[in-house]
């Protein structure tokens, strides 16, 4: 094939992956293939602009390693993440709804009996956290694994927090016999997402700010029910229509209540979606 030019390029491209063994590698490569072309020429892309764009994904795969994720955040930012999500967790309606993980879960985490402090020194406003977890038909989900993490009130994760050993306001608990879990922790504040790198310098140069709504994050996990990956978010918060990363879902906001002590308490409830669709 020779002398291609840009009406002809991308087929000639596509034709190259005719051989893909694997039918829905082929599918996605053809489909990348036809998107970047067209998006190539509904920009009429630039040769300097081509080598901006390579001069950024550089930057983001020289500052990601296993604690600093940019290629994530980038798909964050870009609504790539949710829309994923989005897409692959339809649900019953009833069930709680998903959303973005993020890149601060931590496997292994401290595991506390129902009751116990998750903040273990994290700064931060007292706060208790309780509900309960159900499956659709208002069944109590005993015994399932909450996976619970949260950003501190100087708005980092503690595995940002250099040379801290140790969890801080994360933690592994389990449901009580009538599916109650309470935990305490600290107050969930606004934060932004690391903006010290590509992305941050994206999200500055389109003018775009790099805050979260305040928002707790969950994974829930039980035999017989699919695993919830979700945040809680706090009501009031001023970014929860702006959030940097789309994620923010209505029935996931919940009220924190100050209490009379100056502490907050938040009571939410999880709705689990039975593997088999009709438990
Ligand atoms: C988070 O909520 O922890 C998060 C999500 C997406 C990007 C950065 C942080
Ligand atoms: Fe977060």
Redesign the pocket.
């Known amino acids: 094939m020779r002398n291609l030019n840009q009406d002809t390029i991308t087929q000639a491209v596509i034709d190259r992956f005719a051989d893909t063994p694997d039918p829905r590698l082929k599918e996605i490569m053809t489909s990348l293939v036809r998107h970047l072309h067209a998006f190539a020429r509904d920009v009429k892309l630039t040769e300097a602009e081509w080598f901006q764009g390579i001069e950024f994904l550089t930057r983001t795969g020289h500052i990601t390693d296993d604690k600093r994720q940019e290629f994530?955040?980038l798909s964050?930012t870009l609504g790539l993440?949710m829309l994923t999500v989005a897409m692959n967790n339809d649900k019953p309606a009833g069930c709680t709804e998903a959303t973005?993980f993020?890149?601060?879960y931590v496997e292994g985490a401290p595991e506390y009996e129902l009751g116990a402090d998750v903040a273990n020194g994290a700064a931060g406003i007292p706060c208790e956290v309780r509900g309960h977890v159900r499956g659709l038909n208002g069944e109590p989900v005993p015994g399932a694994e909450i996976h619970v993490w949260q950003?501190d009130a100087e708005g980092t994760?503690d595995v940002q927090r250099a040379g801290l050993q140790g969890a801080q306001a994360r933690g592994t608990l389990r449901t009580g016999p009538d599916g109650e879990y309470h935990f305490k922790s600290i107050l969930a504040e606004s934060y932004p997402?690391?903006h010290d790198g590509p992305v941050g310098d994206m999200l500055e140069a389109t003018r775009r700010h790099p805050w979260?709504p305040a928002?707790l994050?969950f994974m829930i996990k039980a035999p017989g029910y699919k695993t919830l990956i979700t945040?809680v978010f706090r009501n009031g918060d001023k970014y929860l229509d702006s959030d940097?990363?789309f994620?923010v879902r209505e029935s996931l906001i919940a009220d924190w209540v100050r209490q009379p002590d100056g502490s907050y308490l938040v009571d939410y409830d999880f709705v689990l979606n039975p593997v088999d669709g009709h438990r």
Request: charged residues 10%; proline residues 11%.
């Open positions: 994530i955040l964050d993440s973005v993020g890149p601060f950003a994760y997402i690391p979260r928002h994050h945040h940097a990363v994620a």
